[in-house]
C-alpha cells in the first residue's frame, strides 16, 4: 500500500548576516536534513505510530506520504501513486488530519463544512448521510451541529474534524497528533474512536504523537525516528521489554525507614525518594526479588505497588544510546 | 466541471456567510470603496474642466479609460478575494489541508473567496461604463467586440499577476505588499498609458503588462488600436500567464510547509 525506498528530505533556511545588503543580495542558505534516506513499507490495514522527538521528521514523512511536501530525493508509492503529483484519485482515498490545524469554516455551523466535504469527495446522499448519522452517534455530538465553529471547545472541534475528514470513509488516514492539548476525556474519546474506526472500516492509519500512552493503546507498530533516520521499525511490546530493565516500587509506610533497611539498599546502589509516608524505588529487575524480601521482613507498610518503567522513559534512554552509537 | 461549480457556490456561500458575520467592517469596507471611486471620478472631472485634454484625450475619452481601470480592478478584487488572505493560510498550516483535497487548487486559494461587496459596487460601474460607451462617436459593433476580448485578456493577466502574488507567499509568506505593489501599478493605469514618456510606457505596456491589461480594451473601444498591437497583446497575455503558472508549479515544489 505505502512503499518508501531512500526517502531523503532537505530543507534550506536563509542565513540572517548582520548587513542587511548582504541579506538581500547575497542570501546563503544552510540545509537542514529533514529525513536521510528512510525506507519503509506499510501494509493495508495497519495503524502505525510514528514516534520521536520535536524536529525528528515525523510530520515531514506524513506530508510528504500525503502529498503536500515534495521530496528531495527518494522513491514514494501511495495506492499506486506518487502523492506529489496530486491525482484526484489518489487524493480522495487519503484524509489528513492535525490536531493543532483548523480545517473547519471558523464563523459556521459545521455542517456547512460537512457539506463541502460531501461535494467535493462527491459522497452520494444516502452513504453522507449514513456516514454522518454514524460518525454523530459515535461522538455523541449530535447537540454540537448548529453551533459555529468558533464557539466549540478544542476536545469538540478535534471530534468534528475527525468527522469531516471520515466522512467519504478514505482508505488511508494521516493523524498528525490528533490529541494535542486535549483532556483526558477528550483525549480517550478520541483513542476509542481512532481504534473503533480502524476496526470497522479496515483503513490504514499512521498515526503521530507525543503521547506515547496513545501509541501504545493504538499502534500495532511503531517507526521511531530521530534526526530523520529510523532507529526503530516494529513493534512497541517487543521494544519495550528488550529496552526496559527497570521496575518502579511504590511502598506506603506505616512508620519510619529502618536504618538496616536503607544500609542494605545503598550497599546495591539502589537509588530511591523518600517522601513520607510514600516510599519510590527504581531498581533492576534482576534485584527485584532481592528487594521484596527486604521490604516484606523489614519495613511495615499500608500498601505496594510494582510498575513498570514509564515508556516515555524507554524511549528516551533507547534514543539516547542509539545517538551516542 | 459540474462538480468544481458545484464547489465553488458551495465556497462562495460559505464566504457570503463568514462576511456577514461582520456588519461593521461590511458597512465601512463599501464606504471606503464608494468614496475612492467619487474622489478620483470628481478629480478626474476637474483637471479636465480647466485642462479640457489629458494626454490627447477628451474628458469622456478619460473616462473610458478610468472605467475601464474600475472594471478590472473591481472583478480581479471580487473573483480573487482569497488571495488577500493567502499570508494566513500559508502561516496557519491550513494551506497543507488545500494541497489535499480532490480539486484544482487555485479554485480555493485563487477563486475560493468571491467577494459580493464588490459586486455591489460593480453594478453602477458597469451602468456608468455603458452610458459613456454610448456617448462615443462613430461607435461601432467590432470596437464593442474587441473590447470585449481584450477586456477578457486584461482579466488574464490579473489572474497571472494573482498566481505570481500566491506563489511568492508560498516561497516567502508575503502577500500584503505584492499585492499592494500589484494595486499601485494598475492604479497606473486608471488614465492612458500615453500619459507616460518612454521607457516607462514600454514597461508598464509589455514588462509589466499594465498597459495591455488596462489601457487596450479602452484604447480598442476608442477605435485606436491596430491589428498587430492586438496580436502582441494576446501573445504577451498567454506567456505571461504561462509563467506565472510555471513559477506556482515551482513554489510548490520548494514549499516547506509550517512545523508543529
Not at chain 1, 84 to 110: A, C, R, T, Y
Request: charged letters at 20%; proline letters at 3%; aromatic letters at 14%.
Amino acid at each position: 500500500m505505502i512503499k518508501v525506498k531512500n526517502l531523503t528530505k532537505i530543507y534550506k533556511t536563509p542565513i540572517r548576516k548582520t548587513n542587511l545588503l548582504a541579506d538581500i543580495f547575497f542570501r546563503q542558505y544552510k540545509e537542514k536534513t529533514a529525513l536521510d534516506n528512510i525506507s519503509f513499507e506499510i501494509n493495508t490495514n495497519e495503524l502505525i505510530g510514528f514516534i520521536g522527538p520535536n524536529g525528528a521528521g515525523k510530520t515531514t514523512t506524513m506530508k510528504i506520504l500525503s502529498g503536500i511536501l515534495y521530496p528531495t530525493f527518494g522513491e514514494i508509492n501511495v495506492l499506486g501513486y506518487f502523492p506529489f503529483d496530486k491525482k484526484p484519485e489518489f487524493l480522495k482515498k487519503i484524509s489528513f488530519i492535525s490536531g493543532q490545524k483548523n480545517q473547519l469554516f471558523w464563523e459556521l455551523p459545521v455542517t456547512e463544512s460537512f457539506k463541502l466535504t460531501k461535494e467535493i469527495y462527491q459522497v452520494n446522499d444516502s452513504d453522507y448521510k449514513k456516514s454522518l448519522s454514524n460518525l454523530i452517534d459515535l461522538f455523541n455530538v449530535n447537540k454540537l451541529l448548529k453551533q459555529p465553529v468558533k464557539t466549540l471547545s478544542l476536545g469538540q472541534r478535534m471530534k468534528m474534524e475527525l468527522i469531516n475528514a471520515l466522512l467519504y470513509n478514505p482508505q488511508i488516514l494521516f493523524l498528525d497528533e490528533p490529541t494535542i492539548g486535549l483532556d483526558i476525556f477528550s483525549q480517550s474519546a478520541i483513542i476509542n474512536f481512532i481504534k473503533k474506526y480502524q476496526k470497522n472500516f479496515k483503513s490504514t492509519i499512521i498515526l503521530t504523537s507525543h503521547y506515547l500512552q496513545d501509541v501504545k493503546k493504538l499502534a500495532q507498530r511503531i517507526i521511531l525516528i530521530n534526526q530523520g533516520k529510523i532507529i526503530y521499525d516494529g513493534s512497541l511490546k517487543k521494544l519495550t521489554d528488550k529496552h526496559s530493565n527497570k521496575k518502579i516500587i511504590k511502598i506506603i509506610l506505616d512508620c519510619e525507614i529502618p536504618k538496616n533497611f536503607l544500609e542494605k539498599i545503598n550497599q546495591q546502589k539502589i537509588s530511591y525518594k523518600n517522601n513520607p509516608p510514600l516510599l519510590e524505588i527504581i531498581i533492576e529487575k534482576n534485584k527485584l526479588s532481592f528487594l521484596i524480601k527486604e521490604v516484606i521482613n523489614k519495613l511495615s507498610f499500608q500498601d505496594l505497588t510494582i510498575e513498570d518503567e514509564p515508556i516515555e522513559e524507554i524511549i528516551k534512554n533507547f534514543i539516547n544510546n542509539q545517538s551516542k552509537n | 466541471m459540474k462538480k468544481l461549480i458545484k464547489i465553488f457556490f458551495l465556497l462562495t456561500k460559505t464566504s457570503i456567510q463568514s462576511m456577514l458575520t461582520h456588519q461593521i467592517g461590511v458597512i465601512t469596507f463599501l464606504l471606503g470603496k464608494i468614496l475612492r471611486f467619487i474622489f478620483y471620478f470628481s478629480f478626474l472631472f476637474f483637471l479636465l474642466e480647466k485642462t479640457k485634454f489629458l494626454a490627447g484625450y477628451n474628458f469622456n475619452q478619460a473616462i473610458i479609460f478610468f472605467l475601464t481601470f474600475n472594471l478590472i480592478d473591481i472583478i480581479s478584487q471580487m473573483v480573487f478575494r482569497e488571495v488577500y488572505r493567502f499570508r494566513q493560510q500559508v502561516i496557519s498550516g491550513s494551506l497543507d489541508y488545500y494541497l489535499t483535497k480532490p480539486y484544482p487548487i487555485f479554485l480555493k486559494i485563487l477563486f475560493g473567496g468571491f467577494d459580493v461587496l464588490d459586486l455591489i459596487t460593480l453594478i453602477p460601474v458597469l451602468i456608468l461604463t455603458a452610458y459613456f460607451v454610448f456617448q462615443i462617436p462613430n461607435l461601432l459593433l467590432i470596437n464593442i467586440f474587441l473590447f470585449f476580448f481584450l477586456f477578457i485578456n486584461g482579466l488574464l493577466i490579473s489572474t497571472g499577476f494573482h498566481i505570481l502574488v500566491l506563489s511568492s507567499a508560498v516561497l516567502t509568506s508575503e502577500v500584503d505588499h505584492s499585492i499592494m505593489i500589484f494595486r499601485d501599478l494598475s492604479r497606473m493605469g486608471a488614465i492612458s498609458m500615453d500619459i507616460y514618456k518612454e521607457p516607462l510606457r514600454s514597461i508598464l505596456t509589455f514588462v509589466i503588462p499594465i498597459g495591455i491589461m488596462i489601457t487596450y480594451p479602452a484604447k480598442a473601444l476608442l477605435n485606436l488600436l491596430n491589428l498587430q498591437s492586438i496580436f502582441i497583446s494576446f501573445l504577451i497575455s498567454f506567456f505571461f500567464l504561462f509563467f506565472s503558472l510555471k513559477l506556482w508549479n515551482l513554489a510548490l515544489k520548494k514549499y516547506q510547509s509550517v512545523g508543529n
